[in-house]
């Protein structure tokens, strides 16, 4: 009788033993470690990493253009001279892609003043200098808009008053903002027309409250980078001498 129970226990452990358990996190430690100057370089990867940077470095600060003067986004009060090229860009290198796809032309252009990183300083024009223009990674699309739609992205222009770099617009508001004159390629705006708006997907998706591309007929993705876009632009031009103009301005 001591014998069967023994061996019923020994059963019971082996199965219980056997049996498979359910494990579960129950804590997660991290732990942060600087990355200073007194860690010490590895030769062998810096060796071996040194053809490749020294390929990038010369292949961003190849001569593309030259730029007659410096300019900024800070240089005018509702168009600026670098905003107004930056569009022109966008327009010129991309409505060719869009056309070929589509059948249709880019209308306008419209990015936003914030988007403008640096400065577009007096001499050479490399790759390094649409990357100090255009840091990130924002594409352009293009987003078709009803006359309604149109109009709300004149009031938001009106209202708001910065020199958001604009394409193929001409915007004229008084001294209380009231718009006096709204034009898309020399003709104003009509309700049911659609209107094919060139802008970046960081706008596209409600960047700087510009709420009015959602509610459209279609977009369209280049899969086109707005630096990409200023790189080719610098490479057919010699000289850069962008100017500040009349699309955007106001009567006082």
Do not use: W
């Amino acid at each position: 009788m001591r014998i069967t129970y023994l061996f019923i226990l020994l059963n019971i452990f082996v199965f219980s033993s056997c049996k498979e358990q359910n494990l579960h996190l129950s804590k997660i430690e991290g732990k942060q470690i600087a990355i200073t100057d007194s860690i010490e370089n590895n030769t062998e990867i810096e060796a071996y990493i040194k053809p490749f940077r020294d390929r990038i470095e010369n292949d961003l600060d190849s001569v593309l253009a030259y730029s007659v003067d410096t300019y900024t986004k800070k240089d005018g009060e509702y168009n600026t001279a670098i905003g107004n090229f930056m569009a022109d860009a966008v327009y010129s290198e991309s409505n060719p892609i869009f056309k070929s796809r589509t059948g249709h032309d880019i209308d306008m252009v419209l990015l936003n003043h914030g988007g403008i990183r640096s400065i577009l300083s007096k001499g050479n024009v490399s790759k390094r200098t649409a990357f100090g223009l255009m840091p990130f990674e924002n594409s352009i699309v293009v987003v078709a808009l009803k006359g309604e739609q149109m109009n709300a992205m004149i009031d938001y222009l009106s209202q708001g008053k910065r020199a958001h770099p604009v394409s193929n617009l001409k915007l004229k508001i008084d001294k209380n903002s009231k718009v006096i004159e709204a034009k898309v390629n020399g003709k104003p705006i009509e309700k049911e027309n659609t209107y094919y708006v060139a802008t970046n997907d960081y706008l596209y998706n409600g960047g700087d409250n510009m709420s009015f591309f959602k509610t459209n007929d279609s977009l369209y993705v280049l899969n086109y980078k707005i630096r990409t876009a200023l790189i080719d632009k610098f490479i057919k031009l010699d000289t850069i001498n962008p100017v500040i103009d009349d699309r955007f301005t106001q009567i006082k």
